[in-house]
C-alpha cells in the first residue's frame, strides 16, 4: 500500500564557509580560469542540476553564529572582512553574501534553507534580513535590497533559528535556548506571500532531554488538529557517522572489514534516533505538526593526510555511498516525522557530493553523488511498506547489522527500488515479492566496484559509477536479484 509521500526535502543539501566549500567549490568569484556565472562555478551547477537539489542550507553550520548578513551585501570591494573562528581562523572576505547565495539558488533551482544568528546575533539582525529578503514593497529593508541590485523579493521558506545552540551556538542549557528560540521565531515573519517555515535546534544524536524540553516549550499542540505548530514548526537533529572517537575518527579510504561493518552499524542508528525522538514528539504532538528535520547528517572521517584539519576535507568510497543509502531507508520510513534532511556538506568538507582539485580545477563526483543521483525517482513519491525476511545479519559495534538495506517508492503505474548489499565479500539473492500487483523491469543500474575502498580522484574519475544491471529475473514470487558484494541497486519497475 502507498504510504506517507517522502519529501523531495530529504535530499537537501548543507553548504558552510568552512573550508573549500563555498570558496573554492561554489564560488570562484572573478577567477577566469575556472568557468562560471557571475562568480558561481558552472561544472559545480550542472552536476547539481542532474541531482535536482530541492533545497540549499547557508551559511552554516557554526560559522552561522557568527555570521552577520549586512558584512555581505553592497559592493563587494566595500564589504568588511570577519574572522571565520570555528574554521581555521581564517580570513573570509564576504565575497560571498546574500545576494550570491541567492543567486546560486536561483542557478540551481533549489529553495533557500537561511540560519539566522542567533549565538551572537540579535533580533532585530535577523527580522532585518528576512525583511530584505523577502519583502516586496518600499520599506527600509525592500529599499537596500533594490539599492543592491535586486528589485524582486525572493522566496526563503526555510529559517533556521540559530545552530547547535547546546554547542558552537552559544553553549546554552535546553531551557535557555527553547526561550530564545520562541523569542527569535517571534520575529521571523511572513512577509506578503513569502510563509515561512522555522526550523529551531534540535538534539544532537540521541539526547532525548533536549528533545522533551523543546517539546514542552510549545504552545498546546494537541488541542486543535488543525491549528499550525508555533512558534516554531520544526525541530533540527545532527548525527554524524564516524569509526572511531572525535579525537581519532577513522580514516575515509584505508579501513579494515572491521571498521566497514562498524560504519555502517553506526549509520544504521540514525533509524533508531528517528524512532526514539519521534515517540518523545508524539507525546506531545500527537498530530505530528512538528517536523524533524535532520539538517546534518553523513561521514565524518580524519582529514585526508596533508590537508588543514580545520578545512573537514575527505575522500569518499563505496563505504560512504552506502552509508548515504542506509540514511535514505531511514528516512523513507520516517517520512511521516522527517520534512527535510541536509547532508554535510555538498562541495570538499566532509561527506561531499562533489570534489575540485585545487589545482587542476577537475569536479570528481563521490560514490554518494551517485546514490543521490539513482534515487532521484523517490522525490515526492509515495512511500511503499518494505518488510525484510530472512535478511543475513552480522553482529557489530554491539548490535546486529542487517546486511541488506531497501527502499521502495510509488508513483502512477510504477515503482522505484533501491537496494543495499552491505556485505563486504558476499553476494545476496533478494526475492521481490510484491504483494497485490504484478512487477516488471524495466530498467536497471548498479553501484559497485572492485574493491570497497574504491574512490573517484581527477585521474580516475570514473572508478565508482552507475552501470546498467540486467540481474533482476522473473521469479515464481516476483523478482529475483542477485546483488554483488559491496554494492547498491535502483530499479524501476512497471506495475500492472
Ligand atoms: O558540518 C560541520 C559542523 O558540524 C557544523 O558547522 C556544525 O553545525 C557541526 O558541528
Redesign the pocket.
Known amino acids: 500500500m502507498p504510504g506517507r509521500v517522502i519529501s523531495r526535502h530529504v535530499y537537501g543539501h ?1 553548504a ?1 564557509h ?1 573550508g573549500r566549500c563555498v570558496h573554492g567549490g561554489f564560488w570562484v568569484g572573478e577567477d577566469p580560469k575556472v568557468s562560471n556565472v557571475r562568480g558561481v562555478r558552472s561544472d559545480v551547477v550542472e552536476a547539481l542540476r542532474a541531482l535536482r537539489i530541492p533545497n540549499l542550507r547557508w551559511p ?4 552561522a553564529d557568527t555570521y552577520h548578513w549586512r558584512d555581505g551585501v553592497g559592493p563587494r570591494e566595500r564589504r568588511p572582512r570577519m574572522v571565520n573562528g ?1 574554521w581555521g581562523d581564517v580570513v573570509e572576505d564576504n565575497s560571498f553574501g546574500t545576494h550570491e547565495f541567492l543567486d546560486l539558488c536561483e542557478q540551481l533551482g533549489a529553495e533557500p534553507y537561511v540560519s539566522g544568528n542567533v549565538g551572537s546575533g540579535s533580533v532585530r539582525e535577523l527580522a532585518e534580513w528576512v525583511e530584505y529578503l523577502t519583502r516586496a514593497d518600499d520599506s527600509p529593508m525592500a529599499a537596500s535590497r533594490r539599492a543592491h541590485g535586486r528589485d524582486e523579493p525572493w522566496r526563503v521558506p526555510f529559517w533556521g533559528i540559530g ?2 545552540a547546546w ?2 551556538g552559544g553553549n546554552m542549557r535546553a531551557e535557555q535556548y527553547a526561550s530564545l528560540a520562541r523569542h527569535y521565531s517571534t520575529f521571523v515573519r511572513d512577509q506578503g506571500d513569502n510563509k515561512v517555515y522555522r526550523i529551531a535546534v534540535g538534539p544532537s544524536d540521541g539526547d532525548y532531554e533536549w528533545t522533551e524540553t523543546m517539546m514542552r516549550s510549545f504552545d498546546d499542540l494537541a488541542a486543535d488538529p488543525d491549528a499550525p505548530a508555533g512558534p516554531f514548526q520544526a525541530l533540527s537533529l ?1 548525527y ?1 557517522t564516524m569509526t572511531g572517537s572525535w579525537s581519532d575518527k577513522g580514516a575515509a579510504t584505508r579501513f579494515t572489514d572491521d571498521e566497514w561493518y562498524v560504519a555502517l552499524s553506526r549509520a544504521s542508528v540514525m533509524a533508531e534516533y528517528l524512532t526514539r525522538h519521534s515517540t518523545v514528539m508524539d507525546r506531545y504532538d500527537p498530530h505530528r505538526k512538528v517536523g524533524l528535520v535532520v539538517d ?1 547528517w553523513g561521514t565524518w572521517w580524519n582529514v585526508e593526510p596533508g590537508t588543514d584539519p580545520a578545512f ?1 576535507y575527505q575522500q569518499n568510497t563505496l563505504r560512504d555511498a552506502l552509508v548515504a543509502a542506509v540514511h535514505f531507508d531511514a528516512f523513507h520510513r520516517h517520512a511521516d516525522r522527517v520534512v527535510m534532511a541536509n547532508i ?2 555538498t562541495v570538499n ?2 561527506q561531499a557530493v562533489l570534489l575540485t582539485d585545487p589545482e587542476s580545477g577537475v569536479l570528481v563526483r563521490t560514490p554518494t553523488y551517485h546514490v543521490f543521483e539513482m534515487s532521484t525517482g523517490h522525490h515526492d513519491a509515495a512511500s511503499l511498506d518494505v518488510h525484510l525476511r530472512d535478511v543475513p545479519t552480522v553482529e557489530s559495534d554491539g548490535r546486529q547489522l542487517d546486511l541488506v538495506s531497501v527502499t521502495a517508492s510509488t508513483r502512477d503505474d510504477s515503482a522505484l527500488v533501491s537496494l543495499a548489499n552491505l556485505d563486504i565479500g558476499s553476494p545476496v539473492e533478494v526475492v521481490l515479492d510484491l504483494r497485490g500487483r504484478t512487477a516488471r523491469c524495466r530498467g536497471a543500474r548498479i553501484l559497485t566496484a572492485p574493491t570497497p575502498a574504491s574512490h573517484n580522484t581527477p585521474h580516475s574519475p570514473s572508478a565508482v559509477a552507475p552501470v546498467v544491471f540486467d540481474g533482476v529475473r522473473e521469479h515464481p514470487r516476483g523478482l529475483l536479484v542477485e546483488l554483488p558484494p559491496h554494492s547498491y541497486l535502483a530499479a524501476e519497475l512497471q506495475l500492472t
Do not use: D, K, P
Not at 60 to 63: A, D, L, S, T
Open positions: 548543507f558552510e568552512l552554516g553550520g557554526c560559522f570555528h545552530n547547535e554547542g558552537c545532527h554524524y546534518e573537514l554535510a556538506q568538507v566532509l
